[in-house]
């Protein structure tokens, strides 16, 4: 295995004690530091996708937090962002962790896109390099504060682009879960002694338990950057008209922001494209600002001035075309069942065409009863069979549904492309024999459905 100050990689388990030994001085935490950390200018992060396998560009979904991207740079961009400060706008993106983002520290990467070759060892790319590394899936060299180089072995292993699980053997893993590992070396962590640490210095089954960072990772990485400080401008949103964006959020300066956004085109180099010098509005909550030419899909971020850590924003989502959908809003009050449960609506996945995977749920219902999932084009409060009627006429019957043994439904909403464009509102509608009207209502849900 390459063992230096500027290359550090993931091994197989059978290289594990070795590896730790010569790594790591035993010491009371579980993570180390490398001994420095990546300067403000050195945020950047690209894709050379140079990767062999087919399983690593299978991925042809996009996905609405990772506007422009799939494959092997879109499972890369997932590693980068669970560093991040924040959820990466929904949080949502990967089916085997509830958010992405999950740092919590002064330090957030900038996508930068694809790269057009490996670039040198402090360009700030991911890529891959033939041969076998030795027992070695990966390593990072890391000048540290002036940049990092991630290379993948292509006989280490048949890496694969996910987003799902991987079924283990046949040399098959994780390139998220081992992006996550390794870009934790390019910010500045070593390997770690805690077991359960994404960190640690090897790697079991197929790594796609390493695509989420752990307490003892959070841990190191806030030692590095600090914690995610009350001050760090926060996006939250944005709407684009034309080439004018506003941005939304908090903690802006009041005068000399700076936007990042994602560069592309010719002179795409792994800096951002900016605009410098931005007033901000309504007491730091808003900027707007003319989308220049050369910004792409990607994230957005704001540079308030300063140089800390605690001056850039999170990463946000960021579409030229296109402005996020809204969450869905809940509204109303449940009618209590006669059991004495509440069924509140809660959901889960996003109301859009392209994932096409957004449910209603509830776990305050009556077990073994039907109901219907009720729609309507707008809203309403009408008394009704003892509590409220949150949707005004006609209402439309979506779903007939069956509570589980322990009062909880799911309902599946299929996003069609008629629905795009328009919102809707929900409610349950359900069997209740012990209440007087014999009939139970959940709250209700206001939900846009988007492209």
């Given at each position: 295995?390459?063992?230096?100050?500027?290359?550090?990689?993931?091994?197989?388990?059978?290289?594990?004690?070795?590896?730790?030994?010569?790594?790591?001085?035993?010491?009371?935490?579980?993570?180390?530091?490398?001994?420095?950390?990546?300067?403000?200018?050195?945020?950047?992060?690209?894709?050379?996708?140079?990767?062999?396998d087919?399983?690593a560009?299978?991925?042809?979904?996009?996905?609405?937090?990772?506007?422009?991207?799939?494959?092997?740079?879109?499972?890369?961009?997932?590693?980068?962002?669970?560093?991040?400060?924040?959820?990466?706008?929904?949080?949502?993106?990967?089916?085997?962790?509830p958010?992405?983002?999950?740092?919590?520290?002064?330090?957030?990467?900038?996508?930068?896109?694809?790269?057009?070759?490996?670039?040198?060892?402090?360009d700030?790319?991911?890529?891959?390099?033939?041969?076998?590394g030795g027992?070695?899936?990966?390593?990072?060299?890391?000048?540290?504060?002036?940049?990092?180089?991630?290379?993948?072995?292509?006989?280490?292993?048949?890496?694969?682009?996910?987003?799902g699980?991987?079924?283990?053997?046949?040399?098959?893993?994780?390139?998220?879960?081992?992006?996550?590992?390794?870009?934790?070396?390019?910010?500045?962590?070593?390997?770690?002694?805690?077991?359960?640490?994404?960190?640690?210095?090897?790697?079991?089954?197929?790594?796609?338990?390493?695509?989420?960072?752990?307490?003892?990772?959070?841990?190191?990485i806030?030692?590095?950057?600090g914690?995610?400080?009350?001050?760090?401008?926060?996006?939250?949103?944005?709407?684009?008209?034309?080439?004018?964006?506003?941005?939304?959020?908090?903690?802006?300066?009041?005068?000399?922001?700076?936007?990042?956004?994602?560069?592309?085109?010719?002179?795409?180099?792994?800096?951002?494209a900016?605009?410098?010098?931005?007033?901000?509005?309504?007491?730091?909550?808003?900027?707007?600002?003319?989308?220049?030419?050369?910004?792409?899909?990607?994230?957005?971020?704001?540079?308030?001035?300063?140089?800390?850590?605690?001056?850039?924003?999170?990463?946000?989502?960021?579409?030229?075309?296109?402005?996020?959908?809204?969450?869905?809003?809940?509204?109303?009050?449940?009618?209590?069942?006669?059991?004495?449960?509440?069924?509140?609506?809660?959901?889960?996945?996003?109301?859009?065409?392209?994932?096409?995977?957004?449910?209603?749920?509830?776990?305050?219902?009556?077990?073994?009863?039907?109901?219907?999932?009720?729609?309507?084009?707008?809203?309403?409060?009408?008394?009704?069979?003892?509590?409220?009627?949150?949707?005004?006429?006609?209402?439309?019957?979506?779903?007939?549904?069956?509570?589980?043994?322990?009062?909880?439904?799911?309902?599946?909403?299929p996003?069609?492309?008629?629905?795009?464009?328009?919102?809707?509102?929900?409610?349950?509608?359900?069997?209740?024999?012990?209440?007087?009207?014999?009939?139970?209502?959940?709250?209700?849900?206001?939900?846009?459905?988007?492209?």
């Amino acid at each position: 295995m390459r063992i230096s100050n500027v290359a550090k990689g993931l091994v197989a388990p059978a290289a594990a004690v070795i590896a730790t030994w010569l790594l790591m001085p035993p010491r009371a935490e579980g993570y180390a530091l490398l001994g420095g950390a990546l300067r403000l200018p050195q945020r950047d992060l690209r894709v050379f996708d140079n990767f062999s396998d087919p399983e690593a560009n299978d991925n042809h979904q996009e996905d609405p937090s990772f506007p422009g991207e799939t494959g092997a740079a879109l499972a890369i961009w997932k590693a980068a962002v669970e560093w991040g400060s924040e959820a990466h706008g929904d949080g949502l993106g990967d089916p085997s962790q509830p958010v992405l983002g999950s740092g919590g520290a002064n330090f957030d990467f900038a996508w930068q896109g694809r790269a057009s070759s490996v670039g040198g060892p402090s360009d700030n790319v991911v890529s891959e390099i033939s041969g076998g590394g030795g027992g070695v899936f990966a390593f990072t060299e890391t000048p540290i504060s002036d940049g990092w180089r991630i290379r993948f072995f292509a006989d280490a292993a048949v890496w694969h682009d996910g987003p799902g699980d991987i079924v283990s053997g046949g040399g098959n893993h994780d390139l998220q879960g081992v992006a996550t590992h390794e870009l934790g070396h390019a910010l500045g962590l070593d390997h770690s002694s805690d077991l359960d640490a994404t960190m640690v210095s090897f790697l079991v089954l197929t790594g796609v338990h390493f695509r989420s960072i752990e307490a003892d990772d959070q841990a190191g990485i806030r030692a590095l950057y600090g914690p995610r400080s009350p001050a760090k401008p926060h996006v939250s949103g944005y709407e684009v008209s034309g080439t004018s964006l506003t941005l939304r959020g908090a903690g802006f300066a009041a005068t000399g922001n700076e936007v990042w956004f994602t560069r592309t085109g010719p002179l795409a180099d792994g800096t951002p494209a900016k605009v410098a010098g931005l007033p901000s509005l309504d007491q730091g909550t808003r900027l707007q600002v003319a989308v220049p030419p050369d910004a792409g899909d990607g994230d957005v971020l704001v540079h308030a001035p300063g140089h800390g850590n605690a001056s850039l924003s999170n990463a946000f989502p960021f579409d030229p075309s296109l402005a996020p959908c809204a969450p869905p809003v809940p509204y109303g009050t449940a009618k209590t069942t006669s059991i004495g449960t509440l069924p509140v609506l809660f959901w889960s996945g996003r109301a859009t065409l392209r994932t096409d995977d957004f449910e209603i749920a509830t776990s305050g219902g009556i077990p073994d009863r039907f109901g219907w999932l009720l729609s309507s084009a707008a809203s309403a409060a009408t008394p009704f069979q003892g509590g409220t009627l949150w949707l005004a006429a006609p209402l439309r019957r979506e779903t007939k549904f069956q509570f589980d043994f322990f009062g909880g439904v799911v309902v599946p909403v299929p996003v069609s492309p008629a629905l795009v464009g328009s919102r809707r509102f929900f409610q349950l509608w359900f069997q209740d024999p012990g209440d007087p009207f014999g009939v139970g209502l959940s709250d209700a849900l206001e939900v846009a459905f988007c492209p």
